[in-house]
């Protein structure tokens, strides 16, 4: 499994060779079989593979094409419809309707995604993540007919790889790591762990053709606008109260 995680690859183009029902049932398995808030699961995997359905989805996460060349789209899902309905049939009455529950099942959901993750690529399969789930969850709620108590949280595509990207970049362990307490950092320090990742090939020519001074202007001034982020942030706030997530009173 370690060196799965070593060789982890976001894939963005799919053969059309459909995933065996037998591997996806050991995938979807292994997704359940991760860590969670008090062994009560609220989270739910929305597995999708019908063409139409695709389609739609494809439409919401930005017209992404891996999400329709992917055989498989899955969405993981913040839930306590169902532990609250299990709840009340047993004179049991839930009080999971508060912000507090969606953090706790929008957990379980990304715990169970990397299980779901891991065990794709442990069989062969590429997956990458859909991070437009968050933005556009209201027409991913729309499309999917999620009740209320129910808010996607992120989604993953799943197939046969059809290309072989290298390896990401990633930040050396102690940018990212602190023992025993946080130790914040120095100017000095950021300029040290970014140093590499700044001085790439691949951000250069990132930064000539976005006609940015540095990488970090690619974030704040394209990929990540204090605008959009703003604006989805709002919306994504109101989705959640839509879907009964919101409960501040005591009485």
Known sequence: ????????????????????EKILNEILLAGTRASNTGNMQVYS??????TELKEQLWAAHFKQDMVKQAPVHITFCADINRFSQ????????????NFLWFVN??????LASQNVALAAEAHGLGICYLGTTTYMAQ???????LPKGVVPVTSIVLGY??????????????????????????????????A?????????????????ENLA????????TQKDNLFFSETYLKVIEKQGFMNNSML
Request: glycine residues 0%; proline residues 5%; aromatic residues 10%.
């Open 139 to 145: 027409k991913i709620i729309d499309i999917l007919e």
């Open 217 to 224: 202007q690619i974030f704040t001034n394209k990929r990540y």
């Open 161 to 194: 790889a059809n290309e072989m990207p290298n390896l990401t970049d990633r930040l050396p362990l102690e940018s990212v790591v602190h023992f025993q307490k946080y130790t914040n950092y120095t100017a000095e320090a950021i300029n040290l762990l970014y």
């Open 105 to 110: 099942g929008a957990i379980d959901a990304v």
């Open 1 to 20: 499994m370690t060196k799965t995680i070593f060789e982890h690859r976001s894939i963005r183009k799919y053969k059309q060779d459909l995933v065996p």
């Open 86 to 97: 299990w709840c009340e049939q047993r004179n049991a009455p839930p009080a999971y309707d």
């Open 45 to 50: 995997l929305v597995v999708t593979t019908d």
């Open 196 to 212: 590499e990742k700044e001085a790439l090939e691949s951000t250069k020519n990132l930064i000539a053709q976005n006609a940015t």
